[in-house]
């Protein structure tokens, strides 16, 4: 019997033997099982027995294969109850050819949902089987998948009905994308008054992928403008829908619907390094994870743990994080934009009522120095909106996230053509070689650029973010060689004027 | 030649170090600055510091191998003057009790050029703020680009400041610390240390090796007030060892000056204390050459001198970063969109005209 595990959101195929023998009547189940699954034969045994089949009243061992994979949750009921039926001979075991299945069972025989459907469905297409059987509940978001057939089963009574050849179900049909998620239209860039300089930073970081760091008092508005970020980048494509849904339905959150929107998670500043990355003895997904091609808000940076924030690293570079538990190594998918935010010092008054001296700002700034801020590309200032401008007249040139998308589809879309077999879908993606083979400058405007280098102190890195940025500027004006304007303002984005005291 | 020091000169500065501890001993016990003991002939100085100690520091001066402790300066490169020496810095010679041995790592030429251009000391707190430091730098660099050595006590804060734009105005620079000169205090400043024993010098009354002590600082400020002709204090708080620095150089008739702070700071109140009781107000580099050289003699070199942007736009953003602190604000003042407003304020900043402050915001910079 084949079924599927879940290594992180990845489905792992599970075989499930099953030996009856004469002998005391035993139930062993070994191939390392958890708790959840050890008491799967309880479960097992009284959904056979409420479903009007025999439970063999004979030595059974089952096996889960490979024995070595260490294999948690209750999903694999139904392989286990369906090889008891196939090997009593209660159903007939040549009917069971290129058919994995997945499922719950309740003691009644009724069966239910599990984590993971839609990952069981795509592992279950790549092994090469036929057809998918799964519980009510997760058929329609299994049939995503195309290229398999997947059959929604009620309860263990159909499914021996069904392999009798007694009945035979509808081919389930894909989920509908959740009309309510849909029509929560995003909140709208247009309901924030103001801000003009944050929505331009917004507007390049959507374009090109970049991570935003974000600058301002406390209700400022920061959150506010974070949230609208997924409403102006590009829609989801067919194929990172499906990411998005495997990675939510794996972390067992999602609604069991393609996801039509991308995911924002604003996960609080006392959160630790597993919580952020992903882990726990059972490795689950983290933050990072579930926000996979979508939008992590980091709100007060410098609160973060600064190991949590360390952790970022390597999905900030590879955009996956590989976990290691034990003898296993797991890989989840994590590649979102990161926006931060922070005030301007750990008072967070205005300027001119700022009562931190130089020390106290170092301080703080240091908690901001590491791999995580090595990474962000802009920086951008959030004023305190004076209330008079809050119950003002509605301006005329306020933007609203439509027009952005727009904007920003355009630009993704020559970027995808400019970076088409580099492995890099937007700027933000590219690396230091790449950056400098991708944004050609003529010779006059390289030798600024390196005549301001000296003078400001940037980078070699700081130099590459400058052109990734500028490059996205560039990119949204249409404009295919980058110039100075665009350095220009790429310069007055970026992060890097960390007075190291002392050096 | 950079060992010029005489037997019992070096025997004295060995005494005052192999002293140090119980010197800080005996300031700890509420007389609050040794001035007037480090004057003392020997045999008083044995007397005042050592007490019971005192057969064994008898002992340490009948014992002091001159001939081992030269040795050892000199491989360890360090550039030795003694009082008696015609390189050592003939101002200090003024101070009631000038230090009878320099101490310096770093380039030996300085100190004839100590001899020859008059020299400032820039000194502050260390708790500077973005105002102060930035004041720092300017003053540090316009001064180091017009030739003149500047003097400071590498110290965080203004001091470290003062020397940096020293070095990037491409001047020299000359540290007097509290530790024997090789000893890096604080630790944050290594770097600095490096940069200012390779374009100047880095001196101490103290032989190398020694560490810092409280009244060690307090003394060397004597040493920065002694070799400048204008010591500047650019931010001090009330008291403060910029304030004891002041006023050594205005026991030693020499100018003290300062530069004008918000009232509401309480690291300007030292600095404005000093205007209001008479001392000269600086708000550029032009001020102190003023003084050192006469009026109109001498000039920043135009390199560093700001004339301002030739573009219009560039010239309205610059002229609305003065009162505007947002880049909405700006953008509304010169009526250019964001995208605009941000590359010029970008250009701004690289051709030098703005300087960043740490987590977004402009500020103009000084000079």
Known sequence: ?503 | MTYDSCDACLRRAFLIAHLAPRIAGLLGNGQRRGRGLLGLPENELIAAAAGRQAERALAFMDGFDVAGEHTRLVDANAVVTCLHSPRYPSLLRELPDPPAVLFAVGSAEVLELLQDEPAVTVVGTRRASPYGTEVAYALGRGLGAAGVPVISGLALGIDGTAHRGCLDGGGVPVAVVASGPDVVYPRRHRCLHERVRRKGLVLSELPPGTEPYRWSFPARNRIMAGLARVTLVVEAADPSGSLITAEFAKDLGRCVAAVPGRITSSVARGTNNLLKDGAMPVSGTGDVLDELFGVGIRRVPDTVVDTGPDDPVLKAALTATESNDSVEAVAAAIGRPIAETRAALGRLEVDGYLVRRDLGGWERRAL
């Open chain 1, 1 to 503: 019997m084949a079924t599927f595990a879940l290594e992180g959101v990845r489905p792992q195929e599970v075989t499930v033997e099953v030996d009856v023998r004469q002998g005391l009547p035993t139930f062993m189940l070994v191939g390392l099982p958890d708790r959840a699954l050890r008491e799967s034969r309880e479960r097992v045994r009284a959904a056979l027995l409420n479903s009007g089949l025999e439970f063999p009243q004979k030595r059974l061992t089952v096996n889960l294969a490979p024995a070595h994979v260490r294999k948690a949750g209750p999903s694999f009921d139904l392989a286990i109850a369906v090889g008891l039926l196939a090997a009593s001979g209660q159903v007939p075991v040549e009917q069971l050819e290129g058919y994995a299945l997945a499922g719950e069972l309740s003691l009644s025989g009724d069966l239910r949902p599990v984590r993971g459907a839609l990952n069981a469905a795509l592992g279950a297409r790549r092994a090469g089987y036929c057809r998918l059987l799964v519980p009510e509940a997760n058929a329609p978001e299994a049939a995503l998948v195309e290229g398999i057939e997947v059959s929604a089963i009620p309860s263990l009574s159909r499914l021996a009905d069904l392999l009798h050849g007694r009945w035979t179900p509808e081919p389930a049909r894909p989920a509908e994308p959740d009309p309510a998620e849909a029509r929560a239209e995003d909140p709208d860039l247009a309901d924030v008054r103001g801000q003009e300089d944050a929505k331009r930073a917004l507007e390049i970081a959507a374009a090109g992928g970049h991570n935003l760091l974000m600058v301002g008092p406390p209700g400022a508005g920061k959150t506010m403008l974070a949230r609208r970020l997924p409403a102006i980048l590009p829609p989801p494509s067919f194929e990172e829908a499906l990411e998005i849904t495997q990675v939510h339905s794996a972390a067992g959150i999602g609604n069991g619907r393609l996801a039509t929107v991308r995911p924002f998670r604003a996960p609080h500043h006392t959160i630790s390094a597993p919580g952020l990355v992903g882990g726990g003895s059972r490795p689950m997904p983290g933050e990072i994870t579930l926000a996979h091609r979508g939008v992590l808000f980091l709100d007060e940076l410098p609160e973060f743990a600064r190991v949590a924030v360390d952790a970022l690293r390597e999905p900030f570079e590879e955009g996956r994080v590989e976990i290691t538990r034990g003898q296993r190594t797991l890989d989840f998918p994590a590649n979102a934009i990161v926006v931060a935010a922070c005030n301007r010092c750990p008072c967070a008054r205005p300027p001119d009522r700022c009562a931190c001296t130089a020390l106290e700002l170092a301080r703080y700034q240091r908690q901001l120095s590491g791999p995580l801020v090595d990474r962000i590309d802009l920086v951008c200032q959030v004023q305190a909106v004076a209330a008079a401008d809050l119950v003002g007249a509605a301006d005329e040139s306020r933007r609203s996230s439509e027009a952005v998308r727009e904007r920003v589809v355009a630009a993704r879309r020559r970027q995808l053509a400019r970076l088409a077999g580099t492995g890099a879908l937007c700027n933000g993606d590219m690396d230091g070689r790449l950056t400098r083979r991708q944004v050609p400058l003529d010779g006059r405007l390289a030798a600024r650029l390196l005549a301001i280098r000296d003078r400001i102190a940037l980078s070699g890195r700081g130099h590459d973010r400058v052109l990734r940025v500028a490059r996205t500027i560039a990119d949204l004006e249409g404009r295919e060689l980058v110039g100075e304007t665009h350095v220009d303002e790429a310069l007055s984005y970026r992060l890097d004027t960390w007075q190291r005291v002392g050096a």
